[in-house]
């Protein structure tokens, strides 16, 4: 029996082409939306937070990328806020990271609440504390300038380059998560970056043995993700498996991985970190193991994706393994990178 006529299939494929077609002017839009957004946040700063906030994109504090608590962080915080510039600042984080993403950065920072409970802080001390994020602005945002802006805070870091209304890097990149797991009190069993560990156990246990061999790099995961909180960003020998010795399911969960990561940010800069990344070949990318092959209350592990543009580590071996630290590092465009600072140089 035939469901539909020749004359249906043709219109629901033109309305398939046709919502193709507007997917990519609607990310289009977004994109020009990003200098907007920016100064939709900058407009509503008065005079004394614009002077926290707002810094030229030469400045060496553009460079600086530290993701514990601090209490001497450039910038204007969540704490000064009122609802209108929190609204703007959270449009403007849309305008550059997926709804994902944004909401795993939401709940980041409401792990401070918890931890502050965990640890039995006073009402008053504000080590740990929700609104201590900040946001700070470097350069003109427009669609003519070279510009950045930066929002970091206990567990998470983005550093974001945009070319007149282009965002053209989005790293150092960090989200972390402290507990883990949460394992009392009112938000008992949430964990944020669930995903981020399932998905590496996934990968791994995929490994037939001899992959597995190649893969596991120490039985003792690192005490911190290797690249830090570094200017410049290096593992010098890369090891582990490289993609074109997994088998092709495993290859295809390998990519999984990559996206899943790639994907904090909106979908048209993640396509094309991704274009980068297969540009540079897909065949010199490597997958590392560390640690517990087991996924165990407790026992520490680590993973970490590398290739010729990127290394993404994921580690989880502080508070008895229920402390996670992911990083993004763009190898060629991080804090925005060289040829942009010296293109701004050139114009000014």
Excluded at 293 to 310: A, D, L, M, N, S
Aim: one cysteine or more.
């Amino acid at each position: 029996m035939q469901f539909f006529t020749n004359h249906t299939i043709n219109c629901m494929r033109r309305i398939f082409f046709f919502s193709i077609f507007l997917i990519a002017i609607i990310n289009k839009i977004n994109a020009q939306d990003l200098p907007a957004k920016a100064n939709d946040f900058i407009k509503l700063l008065d005079s004394a937070q614009r002077a926290k906030a707002l810094y030229p994109f030469e400045s060496e504090e553009r460079h600086r990328f530290m993701y514990i608590p601090l209490d001497d962080r450039k910038g204007i915080s969540v704490n000064e806020l009122n609802d209108a510039q929190r609204k703007a600042l959270m449009d403007l984080l849309h305008s550059c990271l997926s709804d994902e993403a944004v909401k795993k950065v939401h709940d980041i920072m409401q792990l401070d609440i918890v931890l502050k409970k965990l640890e039995n802080r006073k009402p008053e001390d504000h080590f740990r504390d929700p609104g201590k994020y900040f946001v700070t602005i470097f350069g003109i945002p427009s669609d003519k300038t070279i510009w950045g802006w930066r929002f970091e805070g206990h567990h998470v870091a983005f550093h974001f380059s945009a070319d007149k209304k282009q965002l053209v890097a989005g790293t150092p990149s960090f989200l972390g998560s402290n507990p883990g797991k949460v394992l009392e009190g009112d938000e008992k069993g949430k964990e944020v970056l669930k995903q981020e560990t399932n998905d590496g156990f996934a990968m791994l246990h995929s490994l037939s043995a001899d992959e597995l061999k190649k893969a596991i790099i120490d039985t003792a995961a690192p005490a911190e993700i290797i690249t830090g909180a570094s200017r410049v960003a290096m593992i010098d020998h890369p090891s582990g498996i490289k993609y074109n010795e997994l088998s092709p399911a495993n290859q295809q969960r390998f990519l999984q991985l990559i996206n899943l990561y790639i994907h904090r940010y909106t979908k048209l800069f993640a396509d094309d970190m991704l274009k980068e990344i297969q540009t540079a070949g897909l065949e010199n990318l490597w997958f590392s193991w560390a640690g517990f092959t087991e996924h165990v209350p407790g026992k520490p592990y680590y993973y970490r994706i590398q290739g010729p543009t990127i290394i993404i580590e994921y580690d989880n071996t502080q508070n008895n393994a229920n402390h996670v630290h992911t990083v993004i590092r763009d190898l060629k465009t991080d804090f925005g990178g060289d040829m942009l600072l010296e293109h701004y140089r050139q114009n000014h």
